[in-house]
């Protein structure tokens, strides 16, 4: 429903467009997520875990929602303050476990 320009979602609708947005990021689901937290923290110890997830998951979303390369996202996520913590060190890590991801993935693939 849109009323004065603003679009309104009923319950049913926010609750389809989180799941699919969760399956995109996350298509391992929970399991998934854990894993990324873990290999993140030990891939970048000292670094605020909340705020790797936080990265991880703007790399993901705009790689799989906006169709953009890992350097194009690094690029565009330099100069944004609310990131101001992702430095290189930051997203070698966050690419080395989106690798770690995607091998595990084509692995479980295989199984099936």
Known sequence: MQILGINFKSKAER????KKYKERIFPGGEEEREKVCRELAKRLPGKDEKDLL?????????????????EQVKKETKGAQWLSFADEETFD??????????ADSSKNADKN
């Open 15 to 18: 609750e389809q467009d989180e």
């Open 93 to 102: 890590g966050i690419w080395e476990v989106m690798g770690l991801v995607r």
């Open 54 to 70: 936080m990265c991880y998951v703007h790399v993901r979303d705009r790689m799989t929602g906006a169709g953009l390369s890992f």
